[in-house]
């Protein structure tokens, strides 16, 4: 298949030599003249015997460092001016490829694979999904099918600039997703179906799940716009204070110590808020150079 710009397909992968048996042929099928690299995330199976029977690119951490550090040693190493990234457990299918590359040669910056009902890898997850990608909506004020979504086709130079700001485990489609909201670059989502996994095990925990999805919220908020996330919880605090001093003045006569601490954690909210936002603000000022000099 014939592509006008150099395609990069980047492969995480952690113990995943069964799947990678399956996908990397059906890949080179698909996208022969694709580069395609496999980052070995410090995987103690035969990961890098499946690479080595065909064309594609390994490359090994030394010990397991995380998916996102998985994607950014690819990203880095990457050659084309259009990478794919994609899971090495068989939930994204090659075949799905070509129709976000032709989304994104509309004049997208990237394209994401959003799963559709029955994609995802339990009911908590699609929960969960569908609460984040709401919240994310709402934040930036555009429809956001599937905020978690790592199946995805990027502008490799625009992808670039937010390397600095991925995290090295699993919430990387949280951050770059909502670091090109922010920096105005156009995103677009693709429907896929992602078949359940067909060997190996996730790397992700259900006991972990809570506390990480609490704080891919918070990430969301911080990143994009703070104000959004602190101005309701500071009008709440305020709203709350006021009522209940209403109700103390007017059954006993008196304002409480619980009025004045509602009122004062409203302001520091705020001022939280405020101060939020210019050090958000701050990752993003040099974009405009770095993508001139990118193109």
């Known amino acids: 298949m014939s592509h006008p710009v150099k395609i990069s397909i980047v492969i995480p992968a952690?113990?995943?030599?069964?799947?990678?048996?399956?996908?990397?042929?059906?890949?080179?099928?698909?996208?022969?003249?694709?580069?395609?690299?496999?980052?070995?995330?410090?995987?103690?199976?035969?990961?890098?015997?499946v690479c080595a029977e065909s064309t594609a690119k390994h490359?090994?951490?030394?010990?397991?460092?995380?998916?996102?550090?998985?994607?950014k040693t690819g990203a880095r190493a990457a050659r084309g001016d259009v990478i794919v990234f994609m899971d090495a457990d068989g939930q994204h299918k090659p075949e799905d490829i070509p129709a976000l590359l032709g989304k994104l040669n509309e004049g997208f910056d990237m394209v994401v694979g959003a799963r559709q009902s029955g994609s995802q890898a339990g009911l908590h997850r699609a929960v969960a999904n569908e609460v984040f990608s709401s919240f994310a909506s709402w934040m930036v004020m555009q429809p956001i099918a599937d905020l978690t979504s790592g199946f995805r086709v990027v502008r490799a130079a625009r992808f670039r600039q937010f390397l600095y700001l991925l995290p090295n485990g699993f919430s990387y489609p949280t951050t770059i997703t909502m670091s090109f909201f922010r920096a105005g670059y156009s995103v677009a989502y693709v429907p896929i179906h992602s078949p359940r996994r067909s060997s190996g095990s996730s790397h992700i925990r259900p006991l972990g799940d809570g506390l990480r999805f609490l704080l891919i919220i918070i990430?969301?908020?911080?990143?994009?716009s703070p104000q959004k996330l602190f101005l309701p919880i500071s009008a709440g605090f305020f709203l709350t204070g006021l009522s209940y001093y209403l109700y103390t003045y007017l059954s006993a006569g008196r304002f409480t110590n619980m009025s004045a601490l509602l009122f004062i954690s409203a302001i520091f909210t705020f001022l939280i808020g405020i101060v939020s936002e210019q050090i958000s603000a701050l990752h993003y000022k040099n974009i405009d150079t770095t993508d001139h000099e990118g193109d």
């Open 219 to 224: 990430k969301i908020g911080t990143l994009f």
């Open 59 to 71: 490359m090994r951490h030394p010990y397991p460092k995380g998916n996102g550090a998985a994607i």
């Open 14 to 49: 952690r113990n995943e030599a069964t799947s990678l048996r399956d996908i990397l042929p059906r890949l080179l099928a698909l996208m022969g003249d694709a580069e395609i690299i496999v980052v070995d995330d410090g995987s103690s199976d035969d990961t890098a015997t």
